[in-house]
């Protein structure tokens, strides 16, 4: 037996045992109440059906009935009054009000029921919507947080051009190394040009205050202004520590001199192939900043000389 079952047999039996001990109380002769037409037993068998329905009513009845079955044994002696006032109208209307009022609560409780699944429904539905929208709220974040880094780097990007573009020869050297030190993750460099004695640019904290060094000491250095292509510490013999672990040449885009270096320290692991080619290539756009300028006459062409 479940434990609304009990609930449902204790609330009926308490109700069966008050009404018939009350009606005992009252007319110990005659516990069916055969000259009153409503016998109060049909209270104890209407509320369990109104609260619980069906259930309510069939144990509120057996019970009840049962309990005025012994109280007429046992005050009268008999059950013969018991007959009379089950088959009396008041008795027989009654019966049909508890069946009615029992399919009304049934009714209730099963309409009790869809509810509550639609409930469940409904909350889980707001569960999953609730979900999809800190989901949607944290891909929004990430969006908004990537277009801050694109918009940054966008600034970054246009900084760096200009200052290679129109920039002066110090200042197109630094953004060079910036560049060179952001692809290959090194901590630290510096740019000179083909004057041994002359830095350009420093970036970090790994290298001598002072800018009169003579960095063509550097084996890595002197590599790569030797083969006019990026060299790696790894590829040159006798490297020590002092040598740095990358060098990219500036060359001259018409004659191939070598115009400076790019001398990068701090380098995380070994730079790819990729990774050497793109150091090449931003030593390159550094090459028109390092190389002197010429000013060259602009002539005249034939078809525009002038006829006396």
Do not use: N
Not at 37 to 45: D, K, L, Q, T
Not at 250 to 265: F, K, P, T
């Amino acid at each position: 037996m479940s434990t609304s079952s009990r609930t449902i047999v204790f609330e009926a039996a308490a109700g069966a045992v008050l009404t018939t001990g009350g009606v005992a109380l009252v007319s110990p002769g005659d516990p069916w109440l055969t000259g009153v037409g409503f016998h109060p037993a049909w209270i104890a068998i209407l509320v369990p059906a109104a609260r619980y329905g069906t259930r309510g009513f069939l144990f509120g009845l057996g019970l009840t009935g049962a309990a005025l079955a012994l109280a007429g044994l046992l005050l009268v002696g008999s059950m013969a009054g018991l007959a009379t006032t089950a088959t009396g109208t008041s008795s027989i209307f009654a019966l049909g009000a508890a069946i009615g009022v029992a399919w009304i609560a049934l009714a209730h409780e099963g309409r009790t029921a869809r509810l509550a699944r639609r409930l469940a429904d409904a909350e889980a539905s707001l569960a999953d919507a609730e979900q999809v929208l800190a989901a949607q709220r944290d891909a929004l974040g990430k969006l908004r947080a990537r277009h801050d880094r694109i918009d940054l780097s966008l600034t970054l990007w246009r900084e760096l051009a200009r200052r290679l573009d129109r920039g002066s020869e110090s200042e197109a050297a630094r953004a060079a190394l910036e560049l060179c030190a952001l692809r290959c993750g090194a901590t630290s460099g510096v740019v000179h040009g083909s004057d041994r004695h002359r830095v350009l640019a420093r970036h970090g904290r790994e290298l001598p205050a002072s800018s009169q060094i003579d960095l063509w000491f550097d084996r890595t250095v002197k590599a790569a202004a030797e083969l006019r292509r990026p060299v790696l510490a790894s590829e040159v013999a006798d490297v020590t520590a002092q040598d740095s672990d990358a060098a990219a040449p500036v060359l001259d885009e018409v004659d191939g001199s070598v115009l400076g270096v790019i001398a990068l320290r701090g380098v995380p692991g070994r730079l790819g192939a990729a990774e050497l080619r793109d150091l090449f290539v931003i030593a390159g756009w550094l090459g028109p900043a390092l190389k002197p300028t010429v000013h060259v006459e602009r002539l005249r062409p034939a078809a525009e000389t002038v006829v006396p």
